[in-house]
């Protein structure tokens, strides 16, 4: 079992991939959420022609599967870790040189694009680390075209709470608490769906995991 101070070192990981240790965390992530992301993906069923953001991509080993749900669609990535910035730039340069992707930097509130730019918008396993929920719901809103959606999945609380790794840095969230933030916001509540799966916790066990997608439309 892992010590506090390792425990305490996976969650910032977990939170912004750095250093070399960032490299192998990033690809771990993109296994093991690969079934969320999918969900995610597919509920947002893109059109053609239309903008994609996703807000903390890791290293984007995904974007093959999205880009490939419509042919001239192009994608967004927003991070807070330029390591992942980076990653996903190396992993993903063939979307990046056909004008189909592109990656940025930003702080996590403050999203550095137009009014009413993207269709759809996305975000998987990221909510627990919003520092400012109630002002990253305005700013998506304002991205968001009109009868645009936003998707956000997440992992329920009773699955994370059983985590070693969660007490260090985590807001845990289930669907009340999401969607409750999400009616203080301009958005509509239009779809919630649950999933279960079975996976390889960041601890080795094999454990199952309750994930949601919920879906705001403008």
Known sequence: M???QELSELAAQLRQPHG????????????????????AIDLLKIGPRENVLELGHGNCGHLSYLLHQQKD???YGLEMAELMTEEAQRINRDFIDCG????????GVNIPFSTDYFDKIFTVNTIYFWTEPTALF?????????????NI?????????????????????DTNKVTSLAEQSAFKISDVQSLHEQI???????????????????
């Not at 490299?23 to 999918?38: D, L, Y």
């Not at 998506?140 to 075209?145: A, E, F, I, S």
């Not at 390889?200 to 403008?218: A, H």
């Open 2 to 4: 892992p010590n506090e």
């Open 20 to 39: 070399e240790k960032g490299i192998e965390v990033a690809s771990m992530m993109n296994e093991t959420n690969k079934k969320m992301t999918r969900h």
């Open 73 to 75: 669609s192009t994608y």
């Open 100 to 107: 189909r992707a592109s990656f940025h930097l930003y702080d």
């Open 138 to 150: 305005v700013e998506l809103y304002r991205v968001t075209k009109p009868n645009g959606i936003v």
């Open 153 to 173: 999945t997440f992992a329920q609380r009773d699955f994370m709470e059983k985590l070693p790794f969660t007490p260090f840095g985590f807001e845990l969230y």
């Open 200 to 218: 390889k916790s960041k601890t080795g066990d094999l454990v199952t995991r309750e994930f949601t997608t919920v879906t705001l439309s403008k």
